[in-house]
């Protein structure tokens, strides 16, 4: 690993180094690292500011929507300049100016199978911050069939939900289908855009999310594997719970039915 | 049915007939595809709603399927 700092890193990160659990070889792992966040709204906000300040070297950033109005109430890499840019585009212009240090990859496109296969394998840590359902069973499939721990964060309304998936290493640990084991139909299941989602909570969860990959960068403390935890702003509560791994699950259980990336 | 058991649903006391998981879901008519349920602080897997019993005591939470970002 190359420890290797300018004067300009170190004063940088200082608050890190500092810190007996970062350290310079801490730094060093968060400049090695490479972070796909899918998804560049109002959980990709906060959490590809907050992983560019902290120095992660390579963030990729893929999104294919462009930038409206009404995302601004919540995403905040965003500026009201930029109305009708690409979202990943806008978002790296912020974390740029954020923090020069950063390598950003910006994909301006729509991450299906093609792309998940194709872009997964180039990252160590994958970050889910997309707002449908479609998606995020794609990337916990893809996660799980490429060997790539997934951090997926949700909200709507007043509520956040979070956990790091790495069913992939086996040692019991569930997937994403073991808690949820098909999208819930069409309808059955309001988005942000039909219920409404207070901006400040898509702020909290993006943050709790990029502080959970760099733990994971980092390899310290307790990681939410095996565990989510539930945000509920109005009761202002937060609690984990364990998850367990489903022996009859379709992509990680004993005989699994899902191999493939579709 | 068996005897009413006093469980704790969502934080409130409640009695119910339901022996298993899956009778309970269908008792307080709760659509299990935008649902996980926790039992005693542990997510119980959807295959296995029919075999999990209900004992008298137990705490259960309805987790909602969340796909906001």
Avoid at chain 1, 42 to 65: F, N, R
Avoid at chain 1, 125 to 153: E, K, Q, Y
Avoid at chain 1, 203 to 232: F, H, N, P, S, Y
Avoid at chain 2, 54 to 60: E, I, M, P
């Amino acid at each position: 690993m190359n420890l290797d700092f300018s004067e300009a890193e170190i004063h940088r990160y200082s608050r890190h180094i500092l810190l007996q659990q970062v350290g310079a070889v801490g730094q060093a792992k968060l400049r090695a690292a490479r972070v796909l966040i899918v998804g560049a709204g109002g959980l990709g906000s906060p959490l590809a500011m907050y992983l560019a300040a902290a120095g992660v070297g390579t963030l990729g950033l893929i999104d294919h929507d462009t930038l409206e109005l009404s995302n601004l109430q919540r995403q905040i890499a965003h500026t009201t300049e930029r109305l009708g840019r690409n979202k990943a585009d806008s978002a790296a212009e912020t974390l740029h100016h954020l923090n020069p240090e950063v390598k950003v990859e910006v994909h301006q496109r729509r991450m299906d199978a093609a792309t998940a296969r194709e872009l997964i394998p180039q990252y160590d840590i994958v970050c889910d911050g997309t707002d449908n359902f479609p998606t995020r069973f794609l990337l916990g499939d893809a996660c799980h069939l490429l060997g790539r721990p997934l951090v997926s964060a949700a909200v709507l309304r007043f509520e956040g939900q979070l956990s790091v998936f790495r069913s992939h290493e086996g040692h019991g640990f569930p997937c994403q289908r073991c808690l949820h084991p098909e999208p819930p139909p069409d309808g059955l299941v309001p988005s942000c855009s039909e219920a409404g989602v207070l901006g400040a909570v898509t702020g909290v969860m993006g943050t709790l999310q990029a502080t959970e990959v760099l733990k994971l960068i980092l390899d310290i403390g307790e990681t939410l594997t095996g565990r989510l935890l539930l945000w509920d702003a109005l009761d202002a509560r937060m609690r984990t719970i364990r998850l367990k791994r489903d022996l009859e699950c379709a992509l990680c259980g004993e005989t699994p039915t899902i191999t493939d990336i579709a | 049915m068996r005897m009413p058991i006093a469980i704790t649903l969502n934080g409130e006391r409640r009695e119910v007939r339901a022996a298993s998981v899956a009778e309970l879901l269908a008792e307080i008519g709760l659509d299990t595809r935008k649902v996980a349920v926790e039992l005693n602080e542990e997510i119980v897997p959807r295959s296995t709603y029919a075999a999990q019993g209900l004992t008298s005591g137990d705490q259960l939470e309805i987790v909602h399927f969340i796909g906001g970002g």
